[in-house]
């Protein structure tokens, strides 16, 4: 399955773009290829930085959905029609859609006593019945957002890969959140799309749900996000790749992504991390997070580079002057170290952003102050460029440098294993 990346907000100036994308990460922390398919992404653009949606096809008769890609759920969910704790439009300029379980005639509440049901009780959420019909309750790891509603099934329109690099559509019954209830961000109009679609471990992801339909024959999916933020894909399934690609293991016993970091360095100068650092990957934020130690060294040891170098205070970025060259060439490169041996290098233009003329950001931020209090946390902008591969089944995960650019869906498809 394809998500297809698009993008808006080009007209915001940078400043008013990064702040905006600031805001939006406070809001996440107030609220919380067998590839068989293909599904359409969209990408709200910001500099260098996106926020990942995808164009979901639901009912008959059919209706489009845009939920922000998120891989700290598991459960998709979308705003319900009639809710009270709603947000009924959003600062993204597009309109926003509810979900009405009766437009569809096959949509329906999921039954007390479906397997489904039983499955919230097992994936950190609350569940309950009423009228027998199943409820669901979820929180959201950063910060307490919480959405709540009903359990309801309808027909989610596929592409599935049929051979020769071709796609074809097909439909397929999809159980997700129909959320009347939302509170602490998830009922403000900054930054809502029409709900989110949950990619993290468990039986209830998409993922999970086009295994368990046959759809998707291998527990993997992928994304390649294009530099830039101009868009990319998104695939279901197994991609085949000509040369194997290394893995770092998944650390276990968590629905969300989480890797460690055994090695850390900046401009090839080593600094010391925690033994058994974790590392959350998470591309539904904009902006890579640090532990305060290692935030406060990367600082450091820029302005050693550059004595002249004056950084501001944090609001929310450090800022300075820089006029002597190209940003690019002259910073140092950040280098994360994986158990594995699996490395991720970030170049000064993936956190390094121009604000106005000659004035230049760090967008790295403290992750003093997040829930996941000194915590790395590597999210889209950090990823861009290259070819993630999510294995599920396999509890790793892996990447590779890939022309996110100027392959398009049947590129992608071409590398698809059946």
């Not at 700290?72 to 959003?90: D, E, V």
């Not at 329906?108 to 994936?123: F, L």
């Not at 559509?169 to 949950?198: H, I, K, M, R």
């Not at 991609?239 to 090839?268: A, C, H, R, W």
Request: charged letters at 20%; proline letters at 4%; one cysteine or more.
């Amino acid at each position: 399955m394809i998500l297809e990346l698009k993008n808006k907000f080009e007209n915001l100036s940078p400043e008013e773009m990064m702040i905006a994308r600031w805001k939006h990460e406070q809001r996440k922390d107030d609220r919380r290829l067998l590839s068989a398919i293909d599904v359409n992404m969209g990408a709200e653009l910001y500099p260098g930085l996106a926020i990942f949606f995808a164009k979901m096809v639901l009912g008959n008769p059919a209706k489009t959905f845009y939920p922000l890609i998120d891989p700290t759920i598991s459960l998709t969910w979308l705003y319900c029609n009639g809710c009270q704790l709603c947000p009924t439009k959003s600062s993204l300029k597009f309109k926003l859609n509810h979900y009405e379980v009766s437009n569809s005639i096959k949509g329906k509440n999921v039954a007390c006593d479906d397997k489904m049901c039983s499955m919230i009780d097992k994936n950190s959420m609350e569940q309950e019945c009423s009228d027998n019909i199943c409820k669901y309750s979820m929180e959201y790891v950063f910060g307490g957002a919480m959405t709540a509603g009903n359990v309801v099934s309808d027909t989610l329109l596929i592409n599935t890969v049929t051979g020769n690099n071709q796609t074809s559509p097909v439909f397929t019954d999809f159980v997700f959140g129909c959320g009347f209830d939302q509170y602490n961000g998830l009922e403000n109009s900054d930054w809502a799309f029409d709900g989110s679609l949950g990619v993290g471990m468990s039986n209830l992801s998409m993922l999970s749900q086009l295994i368990a339909s046959k759809h998707v024959k291998k527990n993997t999916w992928s994304h390649c996000f294009k530099r830039e933020s101009k868009g990319g894909t998104m695939a279901f399934g197994e991609v085949e790749m000509q040369k194997e690609m290394k893995m770092t293991p998944l650390v276990p016993d968590s629905e969300m992504y989480k890797v460690t970091v055994v090695n850390f360095s900046i401009g090839g100068k080593p600094i010391a991390v925690d033994d058994e650092q974790e590392t959350l990957i998470d591309i539904s934020s904009a902006y890579n997070y640090f532990p305060d130690t290692i935030y406060t060294a990367i600082l450091t040891e820029i302005q050693n580079a550059f004595q002249n170098l004056k950084f501001t205070q944090p609001d929310p970025f450090s800022c300075f002057l820089y006029n002597n060259g190209r940003i690019d060439d002259d910073f140092p490169v950040i280098t994360y170290t994986f158990k594995g041996g699996v490395e991720l290098k970030l170049s000064p233009n993936q956190y390094i952003f121009e604000r106005s003329a000659d004035e230049w950001c760090l967008a790295i931020i403290n992750s003093n102050k997040k829930t996941l209090k000194n915590y790395f946390i590597i999210t889209e902008s950090a990823l861009m460029g290259r070819l993630v591969v999510y294995n599920v089944g396999k509890k790793k995960i892996g990447w590779t440098d890939y022309d996110c650019e100027c392959h398009e869906q049947s590129r992608l498809i071409s590398h698809m294993k059946y």
